[in-house]
């Protein structure tokens, strides 16, 4: 069964141009999350998103923006890019939103380099 | 805001050589605590979730542990397999965004044979 999925898995920018990075989820799984991890820290909650709403949003600039599809797959935009955008940025899918336990166990993709120059 | 320190920040121990990574963590409310092992280069692999204090679980030779204020993560009899950055991270109780983890920077581990 394949796992959460992201393309690309390396890219290169320069300051001022804009990004789309994309994610596939676990099949089955409805919920979408993005995080950005810079070098040597831990990952840092982005957005949510679940049955195509956005469920929650981390401290980032108006820059970065995200979508789900009907599928749910989903894509992250990071628009003016700057040199501190510089990250791994993740994707991780759930079975879906709530407290269940185990419904919020968040499985991660490999992630997308993101080099600004 | 909720916060998760964790120490130390990185760990060298020799193959057999058994001790404990500490995640200390601040929060309004707790609804889980998850434990993360990371290789270079790739995502995050869930490890193990805790819901409250008192509660442990154990996958091979880890074993994970919660209070009220910190969690342990004990690393019995360890191999050069388990090196890895080990992260922690919390999920508040309260709002709709499950999806929203709050990590610490987390723990280089190096085992040497």
């Known amino acids: 069964d394949a796992g959460v999925t992201q393309s690309p898995t390396h890219l290169i920018k320069t300051r001022g141009q804009h990004v789309t990075l994309r994610c596939s989820p676990i099949?089955?799984?409805?919920?979408v999350s993005w995080y950005q991890q810079v070098l040597g820290q831990g990952p840092q909650f982005i957005f949510q998103?679940?049955?195509?709403?956005?469920?929650g949003r981390g401290n980032f600039p108006d820059r970065f923006s995200a979508r789900q599809f009907p599928n749910y797959s989903s894509e992250l935009n990071v628009n003016a890019l700057l040199l501190g955008d510089s990250a791994l940025y993740l994707c991780?899918?759930?079975?879906?939103?709530?407290?269940?336990?185990?419904?919020?166990?968040?499985?991660f993709g490999a992630g997308s380099r993101l080099t600004v120059l | 805001e909720d916060q998760v320190t964790q120490s130390p920040e990185a760990l060298r121990l020799q193959e057999g050589e058994s001790s404990s990574l500490n995640c200390s963590y601040t929060?309004?409310?707790?609804?889980?605590l998850f434990w993360y092992r990371q290789d270079p280069g790739k995502g995050p692999e869930f490890l193990f979730t805790?819901?409250?204090a008192g509660e442990e679980k154990e996958k091979e030779r880890l074993k994970a542990t919660l209070t009220k204020k910190e969690s342990f993560l004990h690393i019995t009899a360890p191999k050069p397999e388990d090196s890895a950055t080990y992260l922690c991270?919390?999920?508040?109780?309260?709002?709709?965004?499950?999806?929203?983890?709050?990590f610490g920077q987390g723990t280089i581990l190096t085992v040497h044979p």
């Open positions: 991780a899918s759930s079975l879906r939103t709530g407290s269940t336990p185990g419904a919020n166990v968040l499985t």
């Open positions: 099949s089955g799984h409805k919920s």
């Open positions: 998103y679940y049955e195509k709403e956005e469920r």
């Open positions: 929060v309004s409310g707790l609804r889980g």
């Open positions: 805790l819901y409250s």
């Open positions: 991270a919390v999920q508040a109780a309260g709002g709709t965004s499950y999806g929203k983890l709050t």
